[in-house]
């Protein structure tokens, strides 16, 4: 799953480099954002067809919930099952978007312990993880949009950290990603590339929601075993994927 990332470029730079067509929203960089909090989207308006920059709600709101206490808000969909679950398929159809990010976290279990890790890219450039996006309209007529972001198996650098990773779309591939030609997204539904990624160990400091700060994107001096010598990974709990 993905259950954790950083997103620390500027509203501006990030709307500069996926070519947004509205304002930049006032949203703070963060080195640390968690489930329930916002964070900022690259989404196809769907009156206009040009591509925003909004802040939307990390946990998906389905636009048929009825009431919010006790509903189901993911925060991951299963790139295998997200065009036919009756939570997703709607949105994966009609409402895909980016999430820009400067890496994302995951946590590899040892016995007892859990080592988080950061994985960017190897260039240093950003990610753009795919991602689906609703509206959801309260009676009262409050308007929450949302976000789940997509998982697929991992490739090669992840496998030494977790069985699973958030989907990354290709700068070549995010204009099919968004909708914005006819062509089929199911074929981007794949893990990125072998070679891509780069990971590193850093503090457990980053558990916590509370700590939001550059340093937690410091590697510490421990390496990163073999993915063969790690176990397979469980998955548990409303929010997996």
Not at 63 to 79: C, D, E, S, V, W
Not at 221 to 235: D, G, R, Y
């Given at each position: 799953m993905c259950g954790r990332f950083a997103s620390t470029l500027s509203a501006e730079l990030i709307r500069r480099l996926f070519?947004?067509?509205?304002g930049a929203p006032n949203l703070p960089p963060s080195w640390n954002i968690a489930p329930s909090q916002d964070a900022l989207v690259v989404r196809r308006h769907p009156a206009t067809?040009?591509?925003?920059?909004?802040?939307?709600?990390?946990?998906l709101i389905p636009?048929?919930?009825?009431?919010?206490?006790?509903?189901?808000?993911?925060?991951?969909?299963?790139?295998e099952t997200v065009a036919t679950s009756g939570l997703f398929r709607g949105a994966f159809a009609a409402r895909r978007c980016l999430v820009p990010a400067a890496c994302f976290f995951e946590w590899r279990k040892t016995g007892a312990a859990k080592q988080p890790f950061a994985i960017g890219l190897q260039d240093g450039a950003p990610l753009a993880l795919g991602a689906i996006w609703e509206g959801w309209r309260s009676p009262e007529g409050e308007v929450i949009r949302s976000f789940a972001i997509i998982t697929t198996a991992a490739n090669a650098e992840m496998r030494?950290?977790?069985?699973?990773?958030?989907?990354?779309?290709?700068?070549?591939?995010?204009?099919?990603?968004?909708?914005?030609?006819?062509?089929?997204?199911?074929?981007?539904?794949?893990p990125a590339a072998d070679g891509t990624l780069t990971l590193w160990p850093v503090s457990s400091r980053v558990n916590s929601p509370k700590n939001n700060?550059?340093?937690?994107?410091?590697?510490?001096?421990?390496?990163?075993?073999?993915?063969?010598?790690?176990?397979?990974?469980?998955?548990?709990?409303?929010n997996s994927a």
């Open positions: 070519e947004t067509e509205d067809g040009v591509r925003h920059l909004d802040a939307l709600r990390w946990g636009h048929f919930t009825k009431a919010l206490q006790g509903a189901p808000k993911p925060i991951n969909a299963r790139a030494a950290v977790h069985d699973r990773m958030p989907l990354v779309v290709e700068p070549a591939d995010w204009a099919a990603w968004l909708g914005e030609t006819e062509a089929d997204a199911a074929p981007l539904l794949r700060d550059p340093d937690l994107l410091a590697p510490l001096e421990t390496p990163v075993p073999p993915a063969a010598e790690l176990p397979a990974q469980k998955e548990a709990g409303p």
